[in-house]
C-alpha cells in the first residue's frame, strides 16, 4: 500500500522551531523524488524542499532557504523537515508527497502521484 503519513506539525510562537515526519512505504519511500508543500487557506498549494531518492539533490523555496532543512533516513524509511526561524507566514498545512518520475519540475504539485493527509502548523507572532 502505498502511504505517507505526517506527523509533528502543532503551534509555535514566532522564532521557535518544529520537526515534521513523513513516514512512508516500502514503494513511497523509493520513490526518485520526495518533498514538502504547504497550503494556507484560501491559497494554492506551494512548493517547500524537495530531495533526491539518495539525498545528493536537495532544493527549497527561496521564502524557506537557510531556515528549513529536508532529510531522509533510509533505516526507517521518514522523511524530516526541520523548521527554524519560523515566521507566522509559515502557518499552513504541510504535506508530504511522493513522485515516481525524476526530479524534473520537483516545484509542481501536479507531478506528485502520492501525498499524505497533511499536519498543521501554526505560528503565532
Known amino acids: 500500500q502505498d502511504q505517507l503519513v505526517e506527523s509533528g506539525g502543532g503551534l509555535v510562537q514566532a522564532g521557535g522551531s518544529l520537526r515534521l515526519s513523513c513516514a512512508a512505504s516500502?514503494?513511497?519511500?523509493?520513490?526518485?523524488?520526495m518533498a514538502w508543500f504547504r497550503q494556507a487557506p484560501g491559497k494554492g498549494r506551494e512548493f517547500v524542499a524537495a530531495i533526491s531518492r539518495f539525498g545528493d539533490l536537495i532544493y527549497y523555496a527561496d521564502s524557506v532557504k537557510g531556515r528549513f532543512t529536508i532529510s531522509k533516513d533510509n533505516a526507517r524509511k521518514m522523511v524530516y523537515l526541520q523548521m527554524n526561524s519560523l515566521k507566522p507566514e509559515d502557518t499552513a498545512a504541510y504535506y508530504c508527497?511522493?513522485?515516481?518520475?525524476?526530479?524534473?519540475?520537483?516545484?509542481?504539485?501536479?507531478?506528485?502521484?502520492?501525498w499524505g493527509q497533511g499536519t498543521q502548523v501554526t505560528v503565532s507572532s
Open positions: 508527497a511522493a513522485r515516481s518520475a525524476n526530479m524534473y519540475r520537483y516545484y509542481d504539485p501536479n507531478a506528485y502521484d502520492y
Open positions: 516500502e514503494h513511497t519511500f523509493s520513490s526518485p523524488c
